[in-house]
């Protein structure tokens, strides 16, 4: 049993750090894309799926105006996960 805990420990800080690197990359060049996905993954990390944040972290991965161009419908993404979670970024900022 005290093995589950352990393994259990190292998987809630292995998530962690995870977490605070992708929180990282979310500090952008562009104001507007610092806050926009800085302030989405403050507010929804905590209901991303596996997936969705792997899709997050897929878009983080590349160059503001790329990120702009998808968030912003200038261009399509090729992967189904970003197109979503893009959809999920624009009905994100809508809200606010």
Do not use: Y
Request: hydrophobic share 45%; proline share 1%.
């Amino acid at each position: 049993m005290s093995e589950r805990l352990s393994g259990d420990r190292v998987d809630e800080r292995d998530a962690a750090v995870r977490g605070a690197e992708i929180a990282w990359r979310c500090r952008r060049g562009l104001l507007e894309l610092d806050l926009w996905l800085g302030g989405f993954w403050a507010a929804q990390r905590a209901t991303l799926r596996t997936h969705e944040t792997a899709a997050f972290a897929r878009l983080l991965a590349l160059s503001d105006m790329e990120i702009l161009d998808r968030l912003r419908g200038r261009s399509a993404p090729d992967d189904a996960d970003v197109d979503a979670l893009i959809q999920r970024l624009k009905n994100f900022r809508e809200a606010q």
